[in-house]
């Protein structure tokens, strides 16, 4: 390619000075315009010659380059050739040398396949094991030991030996330990931890859980009940013989449980408005009926009193009876009867104002429940319609309302019930007592009068 570069340089810079040299040495005859003409057309065609010469090589040059890479290309494929035929062997060599190996292995194999799902479900029982929180960490080897695919070797089965029968002992201990506790508030504070073999874990005189996924130990969102709390510090608080303590079979799974029981207060919520309308109805008739007891209980501590000096007429029920007794003793037995009746009758309203009401109440609790019991159900169905069946919690409101009021208008019946007998009752011997003397007084003047 530079040949040919060149030589049409030549070329230019020969016509060049060729047409210079014309212009200044312009021919002034025929015989010399002839002759400079011959001369031209005799270099131009050296020119010509040199030029096309050239082209030759250069073309004989390109066809030996591209016999030379028609060379390197049929090598390359028998080369591709050779690599993919030695991949094959290789595939069946591998293939070979594989089952060569589980020939080998012989029982073996079904040996790792036995260890490697023991290792699996033993690596899942030792994170959320309760003895984990006291030695963390404990399901790394195991886990991947049942994780890997090559077989084990002898020191790492000893190794997995001896973590179950660690495991196995440590199932029987009840020991203590400082560890950190993370309150419900986030803080994190250190202090001592009784384990309870895999069942519990107990500090600061109630339980607590290991969260194996944040490998940390916690308070309960809520503890279980007062007796079970009671027997933690019983048992902490002991120093020897025997301590009973309500320990979780589930390994902490049914203490977890309790975080999602509802309260007190959460149950009352529930209730929704008409819940507390229920409350509210209970407070009232209570205090009433308490307000009442209180009441009448001092006006027959009086009137037991009086009955003791019948001649000194006090201002109580009794001692308003006897002042009429006295006003009309002088009349006849009848006009002293209507009178002493008269007496009691105004007596009669004061003692029982306000038992009616507490029997209202009484009567209102329970409708007020079923009540609460329609609505949920209402606004359980809504829930259904809108949402359809797919998520119960869409429905728990509603029949949690449902269920709710109805045991809140029972319970708070059944206290006002009780409460409107007892002051009916207390109401009634009061009043008995009046008429009792009444009595006494219309017969012993009746009597007099005999006489």
């Known amino acids: 390619m530079k040949k040919l570069i060149t030589s049409t340089l030549v070329a ?61 290309l049929a090598n390359e494929k028998q080369r591709g050739k050779d690599l993919q035929q030695r991949f094959l062997d290789n595939e069946r060599r591998i293939a070979q040398l594989e089952a060569d190996l589980v020939a080998a292995q012989g029982d073996l194999g079904e040996m790792f396949g036995v260890v490697k799902g023991e290792a699996g479900d033993f690596a899942g029982k030792l994170a959320s094991s309760n003895i984990s929180a006291q030695y963390p960490g404990r399901d790394k080897f195991v886990a991947d030991l049942g994780a890997r695919k090559q077989l084990p070797k002898i020191n790492e089965l000893e190794k997995f030996w001896e973590d179950q029968l660690f495991e196995m002992v440590e199932q029987g201990k009840v020991v203590s330990f400082n560890a950190d506790v993370t309150g419900l508030n986030g803080e994190v504070t250190n202090t001592k931890v009784t384990r309870v073999g895999p069942f519990n874990l107990l500090a600061d005189n109630q339980y607590v859980v290991y969260n194996d996924t944040l490998s940390i130990i916690q308070d309960l969102a ?16 002991s120093t020897s013989g025997y301590t009973k303590l309500f320990v979780d079979p589930a390994r902490g799974n ?23 309308i229920i409350i509210g109805i209970l407070v009232v008739g209570a205090l ?23 001649n000194n007429p006090g201002n109580n029920p009794l001692g308003r009876v006897l002042q009429a007794y006295q006003a009309n003793k002088s009349g006849d037995v009848e006009t002293l009867e209507l009178k002493l009746d008269e007496a009691i009758l105004k007596e009669t309203p004061s003692l029982e104002s306000g038992i009616s009401i507490i ?54 019946a059944l206290p006002l019930m009780l409460l409107h007998a007892i002051v009916s009752a207390k109401s009634k011997s009061v009043v008995q007592v009046l008429e009792e003397q009444s009595a006494g007084l219309v017969a012993e003047h009746a009597e007099k009068r005999a006489q």
């Open 12 to 72: 230019a810079s020969l016509s060049l000075v060729a047409g210079m040299v014309s212009a200044a040495d312009a021919p002034t005859s025929v015989d010399q315009l002839l002759k400079q003409v011959q001369t031209d057309r005799a270099a131009k065609g050296k020119v010509d010659k040199k030029r096309e010469a050239e082209f030759r090589a250069e073309r004989a040059d390109k066809a030996a380059l591209l016999k030379k890479e028609k060379r390197a």
């Open 222 to 237: 809520q503890q279980p009940g007062g007796q079970q709390v009671s027997s933690v510090q019983n048992f902490l608080g």
């Open 254 to 276: 049914l203490l977890k449980v309790f975080t999602g029981k509802a309260t007190l207060e959460e149950r009352i919520e529930a209730g929704g408005p008409i819940g507390y």
């Open 288 to 310: 009433i009926a308490l307000f009442k007891l209180v009441t009448l209980y001092a006006t027959g501590a009086k009137v037991n009193a009086q009955r003791k000096d019948i």
């Open 359 to 412: 029997k209202v109440f009484a009567a209102i609790a329970p409708m007020m429940g079923l009540l609460g019991t329609v609505t949920g159900m209402i606004a359980t169905f809504q829930s259904i319609q809108l949402f359809g069946t797919g998520d119960p919690k869409l429905m728990a409101g509603g029949i949690s309302m449902a269920l709710i009021t109805t045991v809140q208008g029972l319970i708070a």
